[in-house]
């Protein structure tokens, strides 16, 4: 069977204890390639092949660095329909959403961040008659970018392409659940030219290998996206070294429709909003609120549309989901869907495992679910879910909507609906989420700021903050007089 590496200092390497775990394909149940379940040891040889890279990559000119990010564009480009299988096979997505999503934002965001470096520029403030104060920004040294499993090759270059273009060396590591085409980037660094050491991709689980790159001392500066919990346990075991942590957390998105709404725009857009790449999206609006006046209807016309989305084999073209990323994040799933029949919730369409034909009769496939008549306070509708569960319930007033929009622990990204321009700002201004969308859902421009408040996370990414978190900034004055 497969077994994965780790690319240390510009090689693919075993882990040093030579263990391994093993790696399913969710869309058949089968263990199909084993991963390296890599410790200090690997880290250590990491650290030693970075330090040595740092002066060499962090001397280069923006120039020379901007050349070698868009050869991984490129790279990444002309191998495509690899890492699109690849990438659908790991994690269960549809081949469509990897080869129209995941893997083409891997493309942009190498050569979005390859362009920035050379338009980041830095300030000075002018003192009249005093002096003049200028602002370098350096790059960090060594920092650690983890990564989940949601949108595998998506998040990991969206955090590994800033640091690197602000000439960081880095240690990543991507989800122990979707490793492969992070383990495939390493050969597009070879041939790009990156210097060897200046990327690192270890493999292995969060508790070990994750857990050491967080408590290393070289390491100065976290990236992290993933979990409310684990980035709670990052940010406690940073904090005291003082690391630079950047967190971008859970979500329990509001999708929020009012009745002068594009009607149809508004089915359209939330049918894949609730459950694009099956629900497992941190944008993913998972609390649908729909204003009296179209209740009914709405609900009628979105539960008719999603009783005719296809749950298939990621391979199928057809697919409008595929699978589950794992047995126990369907598990999970499940118990949500029993809590919400508890908490008095009606399934109005979904609620049930997938069994479909071999060889994907193993497979981890849920139908999509629609549950209706639950209170905003209850925990179904508290709790991140992160699977193919919306809940649907009706409001009255705009003050109404937002109480209830804004009630979670979190605050990360809503869609707003309606055709009114005025209502549209102040419902946008007055919810406490890092990103809102007026008559839209998941449009991404890479400029602007990305991430949450509250439980959602700590610090932006994206555009000139994500260079600036993978910089450290000193000021310097000069006397004039
Ligand atoms: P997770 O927190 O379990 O794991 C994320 C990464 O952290 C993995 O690489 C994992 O190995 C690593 N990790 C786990 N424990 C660690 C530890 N103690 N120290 C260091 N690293 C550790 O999250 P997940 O299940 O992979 O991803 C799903 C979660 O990610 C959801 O909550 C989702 O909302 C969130 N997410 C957020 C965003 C965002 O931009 N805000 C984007 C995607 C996903």
Redesign the pocket.
């Known amino acids: 069977m497969e077994k994965l590496s780790n690319y240390i200092n510009g090689a693919y390497l075993a882990p040093v204890d030579l263990k391994y775990f093993d790696n399913f394909d969710p869309s058949t149940g089968e263990v199909y390639c084993l991963i390296p379940d890599s410790d200090e040891q690997d880290l250590d040889l990491a650290i030693t092949a970075a330090e040595s890279a740092f002066p060499i990559w962090s001397s280069m000119s923006a120039e020379e660095r901007s050349k070698i990010l868009i050869r991984f564009s490129e790279g990444i480009e002309k191998r495509m329909e690899e890492f699109v299988a690849a990438e659908s096979k790991d994690n269960g997505k549809p081949i469509t959403l990897a080869r129209h999503v995941d893997i083409p934002r891997a493309v942009s965001n190498f050569h979005f961040f390859a362009t920035a470096i050379l338009h980041f520029a830095s300030e000075s403030h002018y003192m009249e008659g005093v002096g003049i104060n200028y602002t370098t920004r350096k790059p960090i040294g060594i920092v650690g970018c983890?990564?989940?499993?949601?949108?595998p090759l998506y998040?990991f270059t969206w955090k590994i392409a800033p640091a690197l273009a602000a000439g960081n060396c880095v240690i990543a590591?991507?989800?122990?659940?979707t490793p492969y085409t992070a383990t495939l980037l390493g050969e597009i660094a070879t041939e790009a030219g990156l210097p060897a050491g200046v990327l690192n991709i270890l493999n292995?689980?969060?508790?070990q290998?994750?857990?050491a790159?967080?408590r290393h001392p070289k390491v100065k500066a976290i990236s992290?996206?993933?979990?409310?919990?684990?980035?709670e346990?990052?940010a406690r075991?940073a904090a005291p070294m003082f690391k630079k942590l950047s967190l971008?957390?859970?979500?329990k998105n509001p999708t929020i429709i009012f009745d002068d709404c594009d009607f149809e725009d508004a089915l359209t857009t939330t049918v894949r909003s609730s459950f694009a790449n099956q629900g497992?999206?941190?944008?993913c609006g998972s609390r649908i609120f729909v204003q009296k006046g179209i209740y009914e209807k709405f609900k009628n016309a979105f539960i008719e549309k999603i009783n005719k989305s296809i749950v298939s084999y990621p391979q199928d073209p057809k697919a409008h989901l595929g699978a589950i990323v794992s047995e126990q994040?369907m598990e999970k799933v499940l118990s949500y869907i029993q809590l919400a029949k508890e908490e008095g919730g009606q399934i109005r369409t979904g609620g049930n495992r997938v069994f479909l034909p071999a060889p994907h009769d193993k497979g981890y496939y849920l139908a999509p679910t629609i549950i209706e008549g639950l209170p905003y306070d209850c925990r179904t509708n508290q709790e991140?879910i992160?699977g193919p569960v919306v809940t649907i319930s009706v409001f009255e007033t705009e003050e109404e909507v937002l109480a209830a929009a804004n009630s979670t622990k979190y605050g990360?990204a809503s869609s707003v609906w309606t055709t009114n321009l005025k209502k549209a700002h102040r419902v946008a201004d007055q919810l406490d989420m890092g990103i809102v969308w007026i008559n839209a859902w998941l449009v991404r421009d890479l400029r602007t700021p990305?991430?949450?408040v509250k439980a959602?996370?700590v610090g932006r990414?994206g555009g000139w903050e994500a260079l600036r978190f993978f910089t450290e900034a000193k000021n310097i004055f000069v006397k004039v007089d």
């Open positions: 983890i990564s989940p499993w949601n949108l998040l590591k991507p989800s122990e659940i292995g689980k969060g508790s290998i994750g857990d790159i967080v992290f996206t993933g979990g409310t919990a684990t980035g346990h990052i075991t971008e957390l859970g979500g497992q999206i941190c944008l994040h991140e992160f990360l990305f991430g949450g959602s996370g990414e």
